[in-house]
Nanobody
């Protein structure tokens, strides 16, 4: 039963910060590149960020670059998304996902359940 277990979502004011966590259950995440995606109501799912299995390379959507930081602690079997300077347009359900490769190929094989991030005053 391979699972990605997300936590850290919630309600935050504009300009605030949240840290999302994605932990592997029943499998080791360090074999996979891990990405974060988000989907707002009525919108298509979009890629936010991705990190290679080793943590040696990362990428970000232009909309979050400079505000979000992806990282991983393979010893804890966890990937993080630190979100700073949050904006209302960041409001979405955030999903973590395991890439089929050890680099960010864009082909997802496992999805987390999603965690709600709401940015509102």
């Amino acid at each position: 039963q391979l699972q990605l277990v997300e936590s850290g979502g919630g309600l935050v004011q504009p300009g605030g910060s949240l840290r999302l966590s994605c932990a592997g259950s029943e499998f080791t995440l360090d074999y996979y590149a891990i990405g974060w995606f988000r989907q707002a109501p009525g919108k298509e799912r979009e890629g936010v960020s991705c990190i290679s299995s080793s943590g040696g390379s990362t990428n970000y959507a232009d909309s979050v670059k400079g505000r979000f930081t992806i990282s991983r602690d393979n010893a804890k079997n966890t990937v993080y998304l630190q979100m700073n300077s949050l904006k209302p347009e960041d409001t979405a359900v955030y999903y973590c996902a395991a890439d089929r490769k050890d680099y960010c190929s864009g082909y997802v094989v496992y999805w987390g359940q999603g965690t709600q991030v709401t940015v509102s005053s």
